[in-house]
């Protein structure tokens, strides 16, 4: 039950950080560099809460997946293969018509500053806190929930993927299904690699940040 307290702490802590953005901050019309920024920097403080949960419980970072891979080539081979062929799935399916909603990143196309600014964030708000969050520490905490055994991380695994597809309900219904099977895509890559998370860090922020450069070229797609 501990595991389960520490992940509504942070939802809690997240929520929190949500209302008292939105007291101060005043919302950009658009997406601006500074919408990067304080969602970096939000995102990095969410990373210490949960950081500070995992030491007073007792454990460290490798418990979660942060740990030295036995090969790095090995890693980001597989990270750099992951991100190819979800690049390349995702590219050719919104060709033919199926498309999320990601019109939020419209004032990316044509401006350096903002494709830059988003390549660095795909780093840091996708590849390491998403993957720290979702495939570490939500479904770690979910399997010991759950009784730790083979079929307990599967199930971890899976309800995690649901919960990062809702966690992208901006997307549009289609856009939740195609992020979340994704979600459990990637959690499974944990699992098959001695539940290591680098792999997956390196795939999902490659993924991301060529999708910004896309972006910057053409634009996300529409309709």
Request: aromatic share 14%; glycine share 12%.
């Amino acid at each position: 039950w501990r595991y389960l307290i520490d992940i509504m702490v942070l939802v809690a802590v997240t929520f929190l950080l949500d209302v008292v953005a939105s007291a101060f901050i005043r919302a950009p019309t658009g997406l601006q560099r500074e919408l990067f920024v304080f969602d970096a920097i939000g995102k990095m403080l969410l990373v210490g809460v949960a950081w500070g949960l995992i030491r007073l419980r007792g454990e460290t970072l490798a418990d979660i997946g942060l740990k030295r891979p036995v090969s790095w080539m090995r890693t980001f081979m597989i990270g750099i293969g992951l991100a190819a062929i979800v690049f390349i799935a995702m590219y050719l399916s919104e060709k033919a018509g199926f498309r999320r909603d990601v019109s939020k990143f419209k004032d990316v196309q044509g401006n350096v500053e903002l494709a830059l600014l988003g390549v660095l964030y795909a780093f840091i708000g996708a590849g390491f806190y998403e993957e720290f969050m979702f495939r570490g520490f939500l479904m770690q905490g979910l399997a010991m929930l759950f009784g730790a055994s083979r079929v307990a991380w599967i199930a971890a695994c899976i309800l995690q993927g649901a919960l990062f597809g809702a966690a992208h309900a901006y997307q549009n219904p289609l856009g939740i299904a195609i992020t979340g099977t994704l979600g459990v895509l990637m959690g499974l890559i944990v699992l098959a690699s001695g539940r290591n998370l680098w792999a997956v860090i390196i795939g999902h922020g490659l993924f991301d940040a060529s999708r910004f450069v896309l972006f910057y070229f053409e634009g996300p797609p529409t309709g």
